[in-house]
């Protein structure tokens, strides 16, 4: 069995054909439609090809489009029997019981879509944070209130992402308890930190223009933001991928995908350790003009002694 997937976009340049299907890789081309993307799309294509035991091939124009080609051979007799679901099994799962797993996955996707409705009302009373439909009468998000006390409320926020729908759902997750501004791409991000001054900056690795870690590295040298919580959004998962991310300065490093409870207790967190961090510089300063006044007291109170004494 073959078949195909055509577009009419910009084609693959030439020198990008054996990188493709290289996870995280994308393609860098000024002439593309979009930027957004992980570049671990076509690599988990191909696996799930691979498994049933297909072939994934790609012919392309640059400038005409692309052409990706799957063969798939009929049947399963080609397949390990140690993966196959027999009727009677596949059965059983629409009927078994959900797992705890499941179900959260079920809660997430249903805080993903709480825009589709649109009669929703945001609630803080009795649960903070919740979102109440007037249609169902259900509370969507009222487990996440009880993640973000009073004290870390009401901070300002920027989300950096190239991708549309991951920076809808950060925000979507966040806007509940705190002020969200949002930028497209590394350049604007930067400008929005320098006039907004955020409290927090949840920023992905790879954008367009100026990458997560330029930003970074740009705004630990500012000294106004130098201090500012920098938290890294990632595709690229593991010790070593968090390692880097953490050398390069960053305070905290999270990977895709996570959960919207994750990503609330993160942010939360840093932001009362910054404030922490903040009252204690305060007090310090407050100490030292304290000291440095009583030793100039000290100072002149003190008689001087009288040397050289001629008889």
């Not at 649960?127 to 259900?138: D, I, K, L, W, Y």
């Not at 409320?153 to 991708?163: F, I, M, S, T």
Request: hydrophobic share 35%; net charge negative.
């Amino acid at each position: 069995m073959i078949f195909s997937v055509s577009d009419t976009g910009t084609g693959i340049p030439p020198h990008e054909m054996t990188r493709i299907f290289e996870k995280f890789h994308r393609v860098h081309d000024p002439k593309g439609r979009s930027y957004e993307g992980t570049g671990i799309g076509l690599a988990l294509t191909q696996e799930l090809v691979k498994l049933h035991g297909g072939e994934l091939d790609v012919e392309s124009t640059y400038g005409h489009g692309t052409t990706f080609i799957i063969k798939l051979r009929i049947g399963n007799s080609h397949l390990p029997a140690d993966q196959l679901v027999t009727g009677k099994d596949y059965s059983d799962v629409g009927t078994a019981t959900p797992r705890p797993y499941g179900e959260s996955v079920v809660e997430e996707a249903d805080r993903w879509n709480k825009d589709a409705h649109p009669n929703s009302v945001k609630t803080f009373n009795g649960g903070a944070g919740s979102t109440t439909s007037s249609e169902t009468g259900s509370t969507i998000g009222a487990p996440h209130s009880t993640l973000v006390p009073i004290s870390s409320r009401g901070c300002r926020v920027l989300v950096a992402d190239d991708n549309d729908d991951m920076r809808r759902y950060v925000k979507g997750v966040l806007v509940q308890f705190y002020d969200v501004i949002e930028a497209s791409n590394g350049q604007d991000a930067l400008a929005l930190a320098l006039q907004e001054h955020p409290d927090l900056i949840l920023s992905d690795i790879m954008m367009p223009g100026l990458s997560g870690f330029g930003l970074l590295k740009v705004l630990r040298s500012s000294p106004e933001l130098r201090t500012t919580p920098f938290i890294l959004l990632s595709a690229k998962a593991g010790e070593e991928a968090r390692v880097e991310g953490l050398l390069a300065g960053a305070d905290d490093y999270l990977a895709k995908p996570f959960s919207a409870r994750e990503l609330i207790a993160r942010v939360h967190t840093h932001l009362d350790i910054a404030k922490m961090r903040i009252e204690l510089e305060k007090r310090v300063k407050e100490r030292t003009k304290d000291l440095m006044e009583s030793e100039e007291r000290y100072r002149y109170r003190t008689p001087k002694t009288i040397t050289n004494i001629e008889f």
